[in-house]
């Protein structure tokens, strides 16, 4: 299984951006689905957003439709999720999942049995 290394977390006010990177070692990226999770405290893990092997289907869950987005760059094994008009509830550690051959929707809202990474926090704060 590839290693995943989240990075790009912080602190930002409403309204604000982030870019959160995920790096993969051990291994190519070219054959998995991947995604971004979510966990924020006292909630379960949710899929925020995925992107199928070849890159053509991504999902996002409806809380983050239209403030942010998925990308990958196979040429440097890593994922990306650029995250715009950042809110409050987006606050929660960000993980990166990658999983062979599975499809954006079924690995957001299925989850996901391959390989994860530490995650990073991601804290919106007034």
């Known amino acids: 299984q590839v290693q995943l290394v989240e990075s790009g977390g912080g602190l930002v006010q409403p309204g604000g951006s982030l870019r959160l990177s995920c790096v993969a070692s051990?291994?190519?990226?070219?054959?998995?689905?991947l995604g971004w999770f979510r966990q924020a405290p006292g909630k379960e893990r949710e899929g925020v957003s995925c992107?199928?092997?070849?890159?053509?289907?991504?999902y996002y869950a409806e809380s983050v439709k239209g403030r942010f987005t998925i990308s990958k760059d196979n040429s440097k094994n890593t994922l990306y999720l650029q995250m715009n008009s950042l809110k409050p509830e987006d606050t929660a550690v960000y993980y990166c999942?990658?999983?062979?051959?599975?499809?954006?929707?079924?690995?957001?809202?299925?989850?996901?049995?391959?390989?994860w990474g530490q995650g990073t926090q991601v804290t919106v704060f007034s």
């Open positions: 051990g291994g190519t990226l070219d054959y998995h689905g």
């Open positions: 992107i199928d092997s070849n890159g053509r289907s991504t």
């Open positions: 999942a990658a999983d062979f051959l599975k499809s954006a929707q079924s690995m957001c809202v299925g989850g996901a049995s391959g390989s």
